[in-house]
Structures are given as C-alpha cells and as structure tokens.
C-alpha cells in the first residue's frame, strides 16, 4: 500500500503505492513500551514527513498502538503526510523544519 522512498518533499517518507481511500487505516507507527514508558517507532512505519500544509493522514491512538490513517483520498505516488502538532506524543517540529 505504501513505500518508504526518496521525498521530493525532505529526505525519505512514506509514498502511496496505489490510491488510499479516506478513512482507510494503512498500518501501526508507534506502540507503547511498558518497560522503558515511552512510544517506540516501528520503522519505517513511522517515517512519514510533518506538513500542517499537505496534512492527508492522522495518527490515531488506539489503546496502546499509534495507527496512521488517511484524512482523505490519496492519489497514488503521493506523499503521505502527518501534522505532528497535533500529537504532542510524536517528536515536535523544530523551528527550521519545513512545512
């Protein structure tokens, strides 16, 4: 469903390998570990870009898993990304990073 490949937008993302329809929850990016009480990434899951501007997926989090799902329709070979000020779990963009 997706690809971790070159981004036009920064370094790698997650691009969709065909198109996604809106509401469909395409994998886990994050769980709950107990032992160390944090949100480990699974890789490359989690290695989709931050843009408040082309937002077309949102994390979820259900119990203890962080589930990426599409916040509308996605056209194959697009970029899949996430507003991660949305989540004050995820990593928090810095003041250089692109938008």
């Known amino acids: 469903m997706v690809s971790f490949k070159k981004s036009d937008f920064h370094g790698k993302g997650l691009i969709a390998d065909e198109n996604i329809a809106h509401g469909k929850v395409l994998h886990v990016t994050h769980f709950w570990n107990h032992k160390h009480k944090m949100w480990a990434n699974i890789q490359p899951n989690c290695m989709y870009n931050h843009s408040k501007e082309k937002e077309n997926c949102e994390i979820h989090t259900?119990?203890?898993?962080?589930?990426?799902?599409?916040?509308?329709?996605?056209?194959?070979?697009?970029?899949?990304?996430?507003?991660?000020?949305?989540?004050?779990?995820?990593?928090?963009?810095e003041q250089d990073w692109k938008e």
């Not at 599409?70 to 070979?77: D, E, N």
């Open 62 to 93: 259900r119990h203890n898993l962080k589930i990426l799902v599409a916040s509308r329709y996605i056209i194959s070979g697009e970029e899949l990304f996430v507003d991660f000020t949305k989540d004050k779990d995820l990593e928090q963009p």
